[in-house]
């Protein structure tokens, strides 16, 4: 990131301009004209000075060291005018607290308070002329010198315009070098991609005849091995037969469609010999339009898609489109596939990409069915290393080199599992077969820069880079100054991109945040896969290393992380992005000395309340900061050198503090506040923080800040009814985000209407909460009425409410954009409106309901895709959906729910008469149903599990259904062909198809029954997790036939010897790896030994449980509760009789 972006630097300059003019002229009678011809001389080296950057930052340019040069020349130069800038907008912001301070002063005291204004203006004058006399103005002074300076630095562009130029020649003669792939295989072998080969082969034999052309797309990392595996499956011998053209194309960028299509004849031309006279058909019409200059584009794209039409019509064709990126015009998509839809029936495109969006778009412009698309993921270890070392010890026996494989092993472990890391970096090893090479690229820093002159993973992530967008550029190489594995959450990232001034006002979208624009960048970097989600609870995300490795070259020089036993003077003198990680007070004195740093994240491990002088020295000379982020140990107190930071946006709180001094009251540019492990008593001053958008403590520090309601530039806040006035939210007009607490202190409804939420036209998210019960019924209702929310909301909580009736608001028309609604603990309400009309609705949750009676169904919820109902205990039925009313529920056919969770509602009813929605139309897009303790839902159970349409349910439970005798599973579940998770606990009565009571099914059951095996196809493939709480439920179908479970969690394990079948567990030895017993185990059959994947085994509450048998090697953790003496006694280490059947096993936890 060597330079600070065109935009950026455009703004800072045209504001320069601008700003310089007018104070000048505020400050002087007789105009500055050396300044003058200094500012005109800069806005007319603007474009060339945005010229240069453009190339510079576009990957196409070589950066030479004189150019270099220049641009850090240029950046100083720019961050130097954007402090000055900053600094006026400083003393606006400054200006404006004063005056709000002085208007409240005076109010009361007018005589003197005017009298006081008057002297006060009369002093500013005489202040203002003599600056004007003796031109000692500080701030016209910096403007001056930053002009200047600017103006130095803009005449050296010149420089550079002719070789930019000569180089523009070039290049339009010699575009860059784009990546070009084709059929051919390159790899002889497919490593650890047999599941994904059969996947795409069972896809292309599939029989489509009555289809139009489908499109299946495979998506992953850039080196994850797509094209490979595409390529693999392109050459398959059993395909030989079944297409009667197939065509490989590589998509350049830019996406030209001419240009594909142009490929695409030309490759079935080469390889058809019956299709060449269309070659000669595309000259043809080339030469017919070349006349007519002004039509050439569109002449040439109509000859070109009737050419591709004749090559496709009538025949069945297989097309490959390798490495798309475009998502950003459909309409080029609908050109290229125009042509292709007069293909016979059944022919196919696979299309390979690391975008998402491409997936999307290219599906449905071509329409027809939808198949969801591949996404391959890296390697495993296993696989990885084979090909990794295939490529280092390529021409030796690797038996010969010991030595390299361990550490060749420890380089394969960080390359992340890319196909391509494995061939770039093996081959740089295998140039030179000495430890000492090899252990100097693993101690490398970047693996990928020792191979980036091979066109390999740095040139394909590098690639990536270049093809971003310059603004998703800079916050990509922003990311380097966290270190690997760490965990970026979504909106701390963007408040940091924020406060340095990276994310630019949409155009677009002019009445979007810059929050909004910054998720949208974070969003694009997620759908690129430069960032992508992790598997934390806490929904962070994380980076690639080898994409980190991308962010630390472009960033070298900006973006500095110093940790461990580092030398200081490692730390580059132009860098202004530092993480710094020490225990060593002598070094954090070297920090205080940078003086340009804009963001320091500061982990600090020592006594620091010891060294307070130190802090304070080096928080006095980070004057440009944008970005603070500290975790130091043992500081309480912050120092009072934080005053001095006017420029600082961000301030992150990582520490216990006690006390802010009061000089912190004058960050008036704070945007984002994040302290939520403040423990003050008070927090005096905090409503002169007027540029506050954020203020993250935890929700009762809220309480103790004085005068909140100034701070009208909040996004989220949450509201104490009682200790707030309910006025103090009519100013936040800018509020997305808002709960207000303790209603029931507000007995007076009237005051409730002068906030008038529904003017809060940015209003996003509302929560409306009563702590407690206390109240008439009417009083809640007439309270919230008067609380009606803007048209704009989409997401409403409301808790506690004890009124009988829905607000008069709580209609379609009013909450039109309403996505999101959960009610919860009102007890006596008793009628909610149709809010299966609200259009847009996707999550509902009616929790503590225990007066609601009936669910209005009418309209169908459209869009709901979450749907849980709890402690309902009075819901008899749903409603809305007579027969008669709706016939058929046409309307209805579009419903799509994801989850469905009912519990604790034991009146539910299905009548004879009553129409409900499991009756009305399918459930396809149905993932997770949970059904708890619904005692009294006689029809509901079964008439959701005979839904023959729920191929996407992926988790289900039933507790507590003591009231079904018949589950159908023997024919319906044969299609829940995506289940994963299957529990079942509390069915008391429960027995399978054509089936008596589940204890004499087992008992009768013979073994050859039970692994009898019929060749269909269903879910017992493809349950992974089973939890049930009688052992006997394996004997039944289908329960009995399961062969893919990776966890099983039976409840009761009284009969478990007899219960847990040796068949059942050799049909799942090699995938189970989780087994759990909770209760009444007496002996463990010895067929456990057979698990050959088994890594965990818990048994709960094993007072009877007398001895151990072998278990398998393969156990890594065993857990023993509730354990008798004589087990433990038996278990003891290199004593007892079991323990040669356990010392394998490195975690034994017996208690």
């Known amino acids: 990131m060597v330079v600070v972006g065109d935009v950026i630097v455009s703004k800072i300059i045209e504001k320069l301009v601008e700003n ?54 240029l950046k100083d130069a720019v961050y130097e005018a954007d402090n000055v800038l900053d600094e006026l907008d400083y003393l606006k912001l400054q200006k404006q607290v004063k005056e709000k301070a002085s208007g409240s002063k005076e109010h009361g005291h007018s005589g003197w308070g005017k009298m006081r204004g008057f002297l006060s203006d009369s002093k500013r004058k005489v202040k203002k002329a003599s600056k004007r006399v003796f031109k000692s103005d500080p701030i016209l002074e910096k403007m001056r010198g930053a002009v200047k300076r600017l103006d130095e630095v803009a005449t050296g562009v010149r420089n550079f315009i002719s070789t930019l130029q000569l180089h523009q020649q070039h290049h339009s003669q010699s575009p860059v070098p784009t990546r070009k792939t084709g059929p051919a295989l390159t790899e002889r072998k497919l490593r650890g991609r047999d599941k994904e080969r059969e996947e795409l082969l069972e896809w292309l034999r599939k029989d489509d005849s009555n289809t139009s052309v489908s499109l299946f797309s495979t998506i992953g990392h850039g080196g994850v091995g797509k094209t490979t595996l595409t390529q693999h499956v392109y050459n398959d011998d059993s395909l030989t037969n079944s297409f009667d053209c197939k065509i490989w194309v590589c998509i350049s960028t830019p996406f030209v469609v001419e240009k594909v299509m142009a490929d695409m004849i030309e490759y079935a031309s080469e390889s058809t010999p019956k299709v060449k006279e269309l070659a000669a058909l595309q000259e043809a019409l080339k030469k017919l339009v070349s006349s007519k200059k002004f039509l ?169 880079y270049h093809h971003l967008p310059m603004h998703l550029r800079h916050c990509f190489s922003y990311c380097n100054i966290f270190p690997q594995g760490y965990r970026f959450d979504k909106d701390d990232l963007v408040f940091m991109w924020m406060a340095l001034g ?35 609870v806490d929904g962070t995300y994380n980076m690639h290393d080898l994409l980190h490795e991308v962010a630390r070259k472009v960033s070298h020089g900006d973006c500095f992380r110093f940790v461990g036993d580092m030398s200081i003077d490692q730390i580059p003198n132009t860098v202004r992005h530092l993480y710094f990680e ?63 930071m006017r420029h600082i946006r961000y301030l992150s709180i990582r520490h216990v503090i006690f006390r802010l001094p009061s000089s912190f009251c004058r960050l008036y540019h704070l945007q984002v506040l994040d302290f939520r492990f403040f423990e003050a008593v008070s927090v005096l001053g905090l409503n002169n923080l007027i540029s506050l958008r954020h203020l993250i403590p935890c929700e009762v520090y809220y309480e103790k800040i004085e005068g909140l309601g100034t701070l009208t530039s909040l996004q989220r806040f949450s509201f104490t009814a009682e200790v707030y006035k309910l006025s103090e939210l009519k100013e936040m007009e800018d509020l997305r985000e808002l709960k207000i607490r303790g209603l029931e202190n507000h007995k007076h409804h009237e005051e409730v209407g002068t906030i008038e939420l529904h003017r809060k036209r940015n209003l996003l998210k509302l929560e409306l909460v009563w702590s407690d019960d206390r109240g008439a019924t009417d009083e809640y209702e007439l309270m919230l009425d008067r609380l009606q929310p803007p048209d704009s909301l989409r997401g409403l909580t409301i808790e506690g409410y004890q009124g009988a009736r829905a607000p008069c608001w709580m209609e379609p028309d009013l909450l039109i954009n309403l996505e999101y609604m959960s ?33 209005n169904c009418e309209g169908g919820f459209q869009q709901l895709k979450y749907l849980d109902i709890s402690h309902c205990e009075q819901w008899e039925e749903w409603c809305g959906l007579e027969a008669e009313a709706v016939p058929w529920c046409p309307l209805l056919k579009e419903l799509v729910i994801e989850a469905l969770w009912i519990e604790n509602c034991p009146k539910l009813r299905m009548s004879p008469d009553t129409v409900t929605p499991v009756d009305c139309f399918a459930l396809p897009s149905l993932r997770s149903l949970w059904l708890v303790d619904c005692g009294g839902s006689d029809g509901l159970t079964p008439a959701l599990l005979m839904q023959g349409s729920l191929t996407s349910l992926l988790a289900l439970a039933l507790r507590g259904a003591n009231h079904i005798t018949a589950f159908p599973f023997e024919v319906e579940c044969r299609r829940f062909t995506s289940l994963r998770v299957l529990r ?66 039976i409840g009761d394990g009284s009969h478990l010897e007899a219960a847990l079948a040796e068949p059942w567990l050799l049909q799942n030895s ?77 975690d034994i936890d017996i208690d």
């Open 296 to 464: 050439l584009v569109l002449d040439e794209l109509a000859a070109l898609q009737e050419a591709l039409k004749k090559l496709v019509s009538s025949k069945k064709f297989l097309l490959v489109l390798d490495g798309a990126w475009n998502d950003d015009n459909r309409s080029e998509w609908d050109k290229l596939f125009a042509p292709l839809t007069s293909g016979q029936k059944g022919s196919k495109i696979l299309l390979t990409t690391r975008s998402v969006p491409v997936a999307k778009m290219a599906t449905s412009a071509l329409g027809g069915s939808i198949n969801k698309p591949m996404i391959l993921k890296p390697l495993d270890d296993d696989n990885f290393l084979s090909l990794f070392n295939q490529y280092a010890f390529a021409g030796v026996d690797s038996c010969d080199y010991r030595k390299l494989e361990s550490i060749g092993e420890k380089i394969a472990r960080r390359l992340g599992g890319l196909p391509l890391a494995a061939k770039t970096i093996g081959a740089l090893l295998n140039s030179k077969l000495d430890d000492s090479h090899w252990n100097r690229i693993l101690q490398a820093d970047n693996i990928s820069d020792q191979a980036q002159q091979r066109d390999g993973v740095n040139a394909v992530l590098m690639l990536s």
């Open 984 to 1049: 079942l606990t509390g069915c008391d009565e429960l027995a399978s198809v054509e089936c008596p009571k589940l204890v004499q099914a087992a008992a009768a059951a013979t073994p050859a029954s039970i692994i009898k095996r019929e060749e269909e196809q269903g879910f017992t493939s493809t349950v992974e997790e089973l939890e049930i709480d009688d052992p006997f439920l394996l004997h039944v179908e289908p329960l009995r036939k399961l062969t893919s479970v990776r966890r099983l969690e």
């Open 582 to 644: 020490t225990n060593k007070l002598n070094l954090l004195k070297d920090v205080g000395k940078r003086k340009n740093l804009r963001t320091l994240v500061l982990a600090f491990r020592g006594y620091v309340n010891e060294h307070a002088k130190a802090f304070e020295e080096a928080f006095k000379s980070l004057e440009s900061i944008r970005v603070l982020r500290l975790n130091v140990d043992d500081m309480n107190v912050l120092p009072d050198a934080i005053g001095n």
């Open 20 to 73: 310089g003019f007018e104070y000048a002229a505020d400050r002087y009678f007789a105009w500055d004209t050396r300044m003058k011809d200094e500012i005109e001389r800069l806005n007319d080296a603007l474009p060339r000075i945005l010229a240069v950057m453009e190339k510079a930052e576009s990957g196409q340019q070589e950066v030479t060291g004189a150019l270099k040069k220049w641009l850090w020349q």
């Open 502 to 536: 990276l994310i630019q006002k949409s155009s677009q979208y002019p009445n979007e945040t810059l929050e909004d624009t910054g998720r949208g960048y974070f969003d694009d970097l997620v759908k690129l896969s430069f960032l992508e989600q992790g598997y934390f």
């Open 823 to 855: 009610l919860e603990c009102g007890r006596a309400w008793k009628h909610l409106p149709s809010l299966g009309k609200l259009p847009y609705l996707m999550d509902l949750r009616l929790w503590g309901l225990p007066a609601l009676q009936q669910i």
């Open 1070 to 1146: 090699t995938s189970l790896r989780s087994l759990h017993l909770w209760r009444k185990a007496k002996i463990l059959p010895s067929s456990l030994q057979t698990l050959s994947s088994l890594e965990y085994l818990t048994l709960g509450e094993a007072c009877d449980l007398q001895s151990l048998p072998q278990l398998p090697l393969s156990l890594r953790t065993l857990m023993i509760g509730g354990c008798n003496e004589t087990l433990k006694e038996r278990c003891r280490e290199n004593e007892g009789a079991d323990w040669p059947n356990i010392r394998h096993i490195p």
